[in-house]
């Protein structure tokens, strides 16, 4: 497609010659900083490489880890809350740089997401879990509320913003574990929102160990997606009563029971039931198409107003016309082509 007809489908912002690219670019970059208010004399943070261990089923950070499971074509993605003292004050946040908490952690998340978005095809589920204090995770939720005006919280959070949107955009099934040793609170809670499928478990003869799952501001539009709209406005479509619902259990620890009565999770079993309902639904989902999954899990995704993200990532009828033309449906062993016979369909597996 060429520069002017890009244009006009707004599939990019501008064009410009050969000649007055490097101006126009150039031109466009100082507009923007024009816009931005942060004091000219403030000190930048450098971005160093992050340590990251590579192994051949596992990937290692500071507050991410990554463990693969080749055989159930799974990933387990386990996000850290902040650990030890925080910095709560301007002062604080600069002096810890990049090693700040949120932003690190963003930054790790991040890279992990990208690297098996790229090199692990085939792995086309992955597990969402966190480890940690949700304590910890709400008192960076309120550092971050506090001083959400100074330009690095705000970069930050747009980072963690736009990392988030990785997840929602990634051609990957999610689902959310959330177990003992769990802090889905606040900003950590966006990521089990993003999910597809979240499991929390209840432990009715142990209730100080049965797993909590936290609300804050941060939820209703800190990190919206990019419809524009919350997690949470997606996942209620709008709807004032269960909004309203939700917003009101803001400051309270919900177990399992009350999560899924407010519509947050999307089962809540007991110690009995767990390993069995969540080990059947992770089976039946790897063994689905992956061509099919794509499709359908864009569509719940996106299932807001439309706009131009939702036509390129949620669009129903784009996603039918691609499945049922790929081998996966139409191949000598696709689907379609084998239904009715009693053969069993054979997939790539690769998460296009």
């Known amino acids: 497609m060429r520069g002017l007809k890009a244009k006009d489908w707004r599939l990019v912002d501008d064009i410009a010659k050969p000649g007055q690219f490097a101006a126009k670019v150039q031109e466009r970059a100082l507009q923007l900083a024009n816009q931005s208010d942060r004091p000219a004399d403030a000190q930048g943070v450098a971005l160093p490489p992050l340590h990251k261990t590579v192994e051949p089923d596992a990937l290692r950070y500071a507050h991410v880890t990554v463990q693969i499971d080749r055989s159930k074509r799974t990933a387990a993605l386990t996000v850290k809350a902040p650990t030890g003292a925080q910095p709560t ?3 604080g946040i ?5 090693a700040w908490y949120p932003l690190q952690m ?7 997401i990208l690297s098996m978005r790229t090199n692990e095809l085939d792995i086309g589920t992955w597990l969402i879990k966190t480890e940690g204090d949700i304590a910890a995770v709400q008192a960076l939720d309120e550092t971050l509320q506090r001083h959400q005006g100074h330009w690095l919280v705000r970069e930050t959070v747009g980072l963690l913003r736009r990392t988030f949107s990785r997840l929602d955009v990634s051609s990957r099934s999610l689902f959310a ?4 040793g769990s802090c889905f609170a606040g900003t950590l809670l966006e990521l089990a929102l993003a999910c597809d499928r979240s499991y929390q478990l209840v432990l009715p003869d142990d209730a100080a160990r049965a797993p909590q799952i936290a609300l804050s501001e941060a939820n209703f539009g800190r990190y919206p997606m990019v419809t524009g709209q919350s997690r949470l406005q997606r996942r209620f479509y709008d709807e004032a009563p269960a909004l309203d619902a939700v917003r009101a259990a803001i400051g309270r620890s919900l177990d399992g029971e009350a999560a899924l009565a407010l519509g947050l999770v999307t089962s809540a079993p007991d110690d009995i039931d767990w390993a069995d309902e969540t080990r059947i639904a992770i089976e039946e989902r790897v063994a689905m198409s ?3 999954l794509t499709g359908m899990e864009a569509n719940l995704r996106f299932n807001g107003p439309e706009n131009m993200f939702t036509r390129v990532f949620g669009r129903l009828t784009a996603w039918q016309n691609w499945i049922f033309q790929r081998p996966n449906a139409v191949g000598e062993k696709g689907a379609l082509k084998v239904y009715g016979k009693g053969e069993k369909s054979q997939f790539d597996w690769n998460r296009v």
């Open 106 to 112: 963003a930054r790790e998340l991040d890279d992990a």
């Open 177 to 180: 574990l959330i177990e003992p």
């Open 290 to 292: 992956p061509d099919a």
């Open 89 to 91: 004050d301007i002062a």
């Open 94 to 98: 600069e002096a810890a740089g990049a």
